[in-house]
């Protein structure tokens, strides 16, 4: 029999096979015993098209998780890395702000109230201050429209030094000075650039909308880091440390499993176990997960 699902731990979509409906996925999930998924939009052509969708689309998504009871609560928009916001292109600038516009609609039909954005100003191209300007106002022209709309923004901690620490995410968030422009950690990302862990949770913990699970292997001098496909427990994070910093905090908040099993050879197998192995690092760090 299958243990309660968590209703605070969730599932990234690219865990999981590539299920013809968002019904197969959403039972797919609550089978492994999680309680949400978190939507992908990344670089592919498939998943961009998602912006797009027309009204039947949308109503079948929303009866999907109503019919399943479980919640698509947050979308992870990585499709900026292919279009991003500070290019030196005009005509790729208008892309990414076109995605931008989209999502955000996108997120208000399908009842989705956190945007996790990528914190990128550049990714295939140079990094320079006009870019990162760029990237700024970007921001900027984002947090007004998802005030417009009721939907969260959460710049996500990246594998990149751009934006490789909340501190540096707090520096533009001073400047943007909205309520509907907030955080949304990576902890793999934050351990990887050796940021103190328990520092940046205390300080940051109310602009914090949810956190990304994630291990990975740490930037060295010779070495450029590992961001993805880490197996949990192999990596510089330390999980029930972790865990112990935010039962400390009480942190009220959820919490998404980042992997990317879905070309697995038994994809449900291999987040059940993420799940499984996530709990116990809870119960050791006295976090109360339920």
């Given at each position: 029999m299958m243990d309660k699902a968590s209703p605070r731990l969730g599932i990234y979509e690219k865990a999981m096979p590539r299920f013809e409906s968002w019904a197969h996925r959403l039972e797919a999930a609550a089978s492994a015993g999680y309680g949400f998924v978190e939507m992908s939009i990344d670089e592919s052509d498939e998943r961009l098209s998602r912006l797009e969708w027309g009204k039947a689309e949308r109503r079948a998504f929303r009866d999907a998780t109503l019919d399943a009871g479980v919640p698509v609560p947050s979308l992870c928009l990585s499709g900026h890395r292919r279009y991003p916001l500070g290019s030196a292109d005009p005509?790729?600038?208008?892309?990414?702000?076109?995605?931008?516009?989209?999502?955000?609609?996108?997120?208000?039909?399908?009842?989705?109230?956190?945007?996790?954005?990528?914190?990128?100003?550049?990714?295939?191209?140079?990094?320079?201050p006009a870019s990162r300007e760029a990237f700024a106002l970007a921001m900027e022209r984002?947090?007004?429209?998802?005030?417009?709309?009721?939907?969260?923004m959460g710049m996500e901690i990246m594998d990149y030094p751009f934006m490789n620490s909340i501190g540096k995410w707090k520096k533009l968030a001073d400047r943007i000075g909205s309520p509907w422009f907030q955080v949304y950690p990576d902890v793999g990302n934050l351990s990887a650039w050796w940021n103190d862990i328990e520092a940046e949770l205390s300080v940051y913990l109310p602009n914090i909308v949810a956190l990304h699970l994630k291990d990975t292997l740490a930037v060295g001098p010779d070495f450029p880091g590992k961001f993805r496909d880490v197996p949990f427990g192999l990596g510089c994070v330390d999980f029930t440390a972790l865990f112990s910093i935010l039962a400390k905090l009480d942190y009220k908040g959820s919490f998404v499993v980042e992997m990317w099993t879905e070309k697995a050879h038994n994809p449900l197998e291999e987040i059940a176990k993420a799940r499984r192995w996530m709990l116990r690092r809870m119960e050791e760090g006295g976090f109360a997960h339920a």
């Open positions: 005509s790729v600038r208008a892309k990414a702000w076109d995605m931008m516009e989209k999502a955000v609609d996108l997120a208000a039909d399908l009842g989705i109230r956190t945007i996790q954005l990528a914190g990128y100003d550049v990714y295939y191209e140079p990094s320079t984002a947090a007004r429209l998802a005030s417009a709309r009721q939907v969260m």
